[in-house]
């Protein structure tokens, strides 16, 4: 009988009470009778819509009580295990915004093993990663993004890698067009290792989420896709500036070895937990001008591995250190 009412479906339970009737020709007949009234409903309950508090003894009122306790404990439960939503977002962020102490670039030039932001000029945002944003790949990957915050957390602070030690430049400075990785440290319950920098050739399962150009993300993993390079940004003087020093706080340009395109941010929102922040991708942004590449081949001044259309504003990117880039 319980049961019945916490599911809603009162059982009718009738007795039997024999009246005899005392009409002329007729025989006996039995009457039956419900033991409980019948079950009132307000015709808003009838269409699905707003009740009467439990309080008030009409309708389902047994079962809507019941149903109000399981629901507070439900929520009592869940806010003991810390599993609201609200409080599990409070959580996550407090996770990814753990601050962090860039690294000082006393002497002007970028060293690796260093901790560094990433500014982008087009969408002034640090590049960073959404750890509770992740993507299918052969390793655990994530999404990056640009964020306007500004204050360094682990979030938004990489780690300069060197890929080869024998690459041909001596010392830990980092050169134009020397091969590098952008490590991110772990934190957090989903990032227990390291991440990288990644991105891949677009194809029906790789693009990015809104502009569907090359997609970035940060893979568990080394390989040669996440290596990067850092080149001059004017393409003018590109060719002569290769092998020079990198200095910390100026402008350059991220390309990416494997595919060859240009890591880049534009103003196209992408919403998280963290709010709205902007996508990242690779991409080419370049002018559209006429260059007069075969007349200066022609003249032999230059050759056709030399780029001569100018870097667009999304592809620029400055470093930023303890010292240098604020």
């Known amino acids: 009988l319980a049961q019945a009412f916490l599911v809603g479906n009162r059982v009718a339970i009738t007795k ?9 020709g007729c025989a006996p007949s039995y009457v039956h009778e419900p033991l409980f009234p019948k079950m009132q409903f307000t015709p808003q309950q009838l269409t699905g819509g707003p009740k009467y508090h439990h309080a008030t003894r009409i309708g389902n009122w047994s079962e809507d009580q019941e149903l109000e306790e399981i629901r507070l404990k439900d929520f009592l439960a869940q806010k003991e295990s810390g599993q609201l939503f609200v409080t599990a977002k409070q959580r996550q962020l407090e996770e990814a915004l753990q601050p962090e102490q860039l690294s000082d670039s006393s002497d002007g030039a970028l060293r690796f093993g260093m901790k560094i932001m990433l500014l982008s000029q087009q969408s002034k945002g640090y590049l960073s990663i959404n750890p509770y944003d992740q993507v299918t790949k052969d390793y655990p990957a994530f999404m990056l993004t640009t964020s306007l915050q ?3 957390s682990v979030r938004n602070t990489f780690i300069l890698d060197r890929v080869d030690e024998n690459d041909g430049f001596e ?3 980092l050169h134009y067009g020397q091969l590098f990785r952008l490590l991110l440290a772990p934190f957090g319950s989903k990032m227990p290792g390291p991440v990288y920098v990644h991105s891949e050739m677009v194809t029906a399962l790789a693009a990015a989420k809104f502009s569907r150009h090359q997609e970035v993300t940060a893979l568990a993993a080394p390989s040669g896709e996440t290596k990067w390079q850092l080149l001059y940004p004017d393409v003018a003087c590109r060719l002569e500036m290769e092998g020079e020093p990198v200095p910390a706080g100026s402008p350059m340009v991220l390309r990416h070895v494997q595919t060859g395109s240009f890591m880049a941010s534009d103003e196209i929102p992408y919403d998280n937990i963290f709010g709205r922040e902007m996508e990242v991708h690779c991409f080419a942004y370049q002018s559209l001008n006429k260059t007069q590449n075969l007349t200066s081949e022609k003249k032999g001044d ?4 030399v780029p001569l259309r100018k870097q667009g504003l999304p592809n620029i990117w400055t470093v930023r250190t303890a010292s240098h880039g604020e």
């Not at 039997?16 to 002329?24: G, I, K, M, P, S």
């Open 16 to 24: 039997e009470l024999e009246v005899a009737t005392t009409c002329f």
């Open 150 to 152: 500004s204050e360094p």
């Open 171 to 173: 010392g830990d400075v």
């Open 302 to 305: 230059i050759t056709g591995d």
